[in-house]
């Protein structure tokens, strides 16, 4: 049964950064799309970011202060969120794109606020 952990968010200043931690168990982690998802308050769950064969994409609105990659052996998936904004607080979740409905986890919780 595949199971993604995501971890690492908190509370930071505008400006800041945070490192999220997405941990996989199960299925065949190496060769499936991976991504980034956020859900602000009372919006929709949006893609932030994706991987593919190493090549990232990004949200026009994360581009150039996030960054995500993974590591295939440890089975992890990583958001580096630089620059952060007000605007970057939501739940972050990873799930595979296109997202599979039983694979959402709890999410981490980030809040960018002075």
């Known amino acids: 049964q595949v199971q993604f952990v995501e971890s690492g968010g908190g509370l930071v200043q505008p400006g800041g950064s945070l490192r999220l931690s997405c941990a996989a168990s199960g299925g065949i982690f190496s060769i499936a799309t991976m991504a980034w998802y956020r859900q602000a308050p009372g919006k929709q769950r949006e893609l932030v970011a994706h991987?593919?064969?190493?090549?990232?994409n990004y949200q026009d609105s994360v581009k150039g202060r996030f960054a995500i990659s993974r590591d295939n052996a440890k089975k992890t998936m990583y958001l580096q969120m630089n620059s952060l904004k007000p605007e970057d607080t939501a739940v972050y979740y990873c799930?595979?794109?296109?997202?599979?409905?039983?694979?959402w986890g709890q999410g981490t919780q980030v809040t960018v606020s002075s």
């Open positions: 991987i593919t064969d190493g090549i990232p």
């Open positions: 799930n595979r794109r296109p997202a599979i409905s039983t694979y």
